[in-house]
T-cell receptor, first 114, second 113 residues
Framework: DTGVSQDPRHKITKRGQNVTFRCDPISEHNRLYWYRQTLGQGPEFLTYFQNEAQLEKSRLLSDRFSAERPKGSFSTLEIQRTEQGDSAMYLC????????????FGSGTRLTVV | QKEVEQNSGPLSVPEGAIASLNCTYSDRGSQSFFWYRQYSGKSPELIMSIYSNGDKEDGRFTAQLNKASQYVSLLIRDSQPSDSATYLCAVTGVGDSSYKLIFGSGTRLLVRP
């Protein structure tokens, strides 16, 4: 069990470009969550998957954001036509339903849009 | 009204003292409560979970829950400079099978050597 992995750790992109982040959850964890955290704030829920099904999306998740979890394994979060307001830390977490404990977060992907 | 409220701090305590961090939440039916520690530039790390009224101790950490007052606290005994970090309170939503966490903005703790 190597924990939750996120890639890349840092991403700098120009406004208007598309970016994609990857999250590899703890093996056998059936739920995967994406959060976004800006400076001085707590993490905010974006979306979550149970196995391969995306069950909920926050109103924060505009049409420029899309997430997938093919085959219920790793997940990707894509942001199209990035804006400066997208600059944030993007966090992924996974849990096993019935495990009775809080999330384990990955190390996050810090996005800077210039 | 924010769903989970924390004083942003910083809370400054001397080394060896007890640090007391507080959190209030708005949804009376919230079931699960967590404290995360976050060092600057790092991701949150789970340090305590509590599900029923009362105290729960783990090493130097004690979590306290009072559902009637909608209040959660974290006590850190014998505070060390390495405890200096932002502490995030998180709760699960009411009747929410998604098990998504709602976070406060965090309290920054500074432990002075």
């Amino acid at each position: 069990d190597t924990g939750v992995s996120q890639d890349p750790r840092h991403k700098i992109t120009k406004r208007g470009q598309n970016v994609t982040f990857r999250c590899d959850p703890i093996s056998e964890h059936n739920r995967l969550y994406w959060y976004r955290q800006t400076l001085g704030q707590g993490p905010e829920f974006l979306t979550y998957f149970q196995n391969e099904a995306q069950l909920e999306k926050s109103r924060l998740l505009s049409d420029r954001f899309s997430a997938e979890r093919p085959k219920g394994s790793f997940s990707t979060l894509e942001i199209q036509r990035t804006e400066q307001g997208d600059s944030a830390m993007y966090l992924c977490a996974s849990i096993k339903l019935g495990g009775g404990s809080g999330y384990t977060f990955g190390s996050g992907t810090r996005l800077t849009v210039v | 009204q924010k769903e989970v409220e924390q004083n942003s701090g910083p809370l400054s305590v001397p080394e060896g003292a007890i640090a007391s961090l507080n959190c209030t939440y708005s949804d009376r039916g919230s079931q699960s409560f967590f404290w995360y520690r976050q060092y600057s530039g790092k991701s949150p790390e789970l340090i305590m979970s509590i599900y029923s009224n009362g105290d729960k101790e783990d090493g130097r950490f004690t979590a306290q829950l009072n559902k009637a007052s909608q209040y959660v606290s974290l006590l850190i005994r014998d505070s060390q400079p390495s405890d200096s970090a932002t502490y995030l309170c998180a709760v699960t939503g009411v009747g929410d099978s998604s098990y998504k966490l709602i976070f406060g903005s965090g309290t920054r703790l500074l432990v002075r050597p």
